[in-house]
């Protein structure tokens, strides 16, 4: 038989509120809470900064985060006292680091005149990172991990660059074939340098998005008729284009007259 405390005029004993929901990270000396989603907090002994709590202390510490409802109590362990080191790093289309210290590391990129976010996406990497090409400026904070805990940061900078110009197409050809005209050329070898070609005819470009293969079809000449190629790169950089210069008589000579 079926009891049910409410049909008795029972209450059942409410549910306890929730706890603050927060996230709690050790790197290095600084341990960084941030909320869950707009409620606000209390955490004594903490500095409030851009949405973030935070505090200097390297020992092994428990504290009490207040919520709207309810409270509870988060420890962490002491701080690592090692941080990586940087045996190199280099731009060289991708970015290169090569580090020592720990076998894992956490990568936090950042503008060169701003902190890290200790909350923000990172990379998780081994002592040799090979990470995505990027030209602009930037920095990379990097912290060793050891036990789930994060090291304090070691710091890595890159100056603006120009980015890599792909080599302009080699071996510009035509051939005509059922009443078209096929421009072709041989396709860039630059180690990922080009995403593409854009084609034109007469200094009219044909191509509104860069092509990614190495043949365009056209509509056949009546008269002489210069088609240009240029290699484009995947940051916008273009190369010098190349130049076929088709004759009349050429013409006649693919046709068979």
């Known amino acids: 038989m079926a009891f049910s405390l409410s049909a008795c005029g029972i209450k059942a004993p409410p549910k306890p509120p929730a706890p603050p929901q927060v996230l709690v990270k050790r790197i290095g000396e600084y341990i960084y809470i941030k909320p869950v989603g707009n409620e606000k907090l209390k955490v004594k002994g903490f500095t409030y900064e851009n949405g973030i709590f935070l505090k200097k202390d390297k020992s092994s510490a428990c504290f009490e985060i207040k919520g709207k409802e309810s409270s509870s109590l988060y420890c962490v362990p002491p701080a690592i006292e090692k941080r990586p080191l940087i045996v190199k790093a280099y731009r060289k289309f991708r970015i290169h680091i090569i580090l020592k210290g720990f076998k894992r590391y ?8 701003k902190p890290f976010n200790p909350f923000q996406e990172s990379i998780t990497t081994g002592n ?52 078209k005209i096929y421009i072709y050329w041989e396709p860039n070898e630059d180690n990922g340098y080009t ?18 293969s190495n043949v365009f079809v056209d509509k056949l000449p009546k008269g002489f008729t210069v088609f240009k190629v240029e290699a484009v790169g995947e940051y916008g950089t273009k190369s010098k284009p190349a130049e076929l210069q088709i004759t009349l008589k050429a013409l006649k000579q693919a046709l068979g007259f």
């Open 106 to 113: 956490r990568l936090y990129k950042h503008p060169i005149d």
């Open 128 to 179: 040799n990172a090979i990470l995505p090409p990027d030209f602009s400026s930037f920095c990379y904070a990097i912290t060793g991990i050891e036990d789930g805990i994060e090291s304090s940061p070691t710091e890595v900078c890159f100056k603006k660059q120009t980015p890599p110009i792909p080599q302009t197409p080699k071996n510009l050809n035509f051939m005509i074939y059922n009443g």
């Open 195 to 212: 995403i593409g070609y854009l084609v034109y005819k007469n200094d009219k470009l044909l191509t509104k998005k860069p092509i990614h």
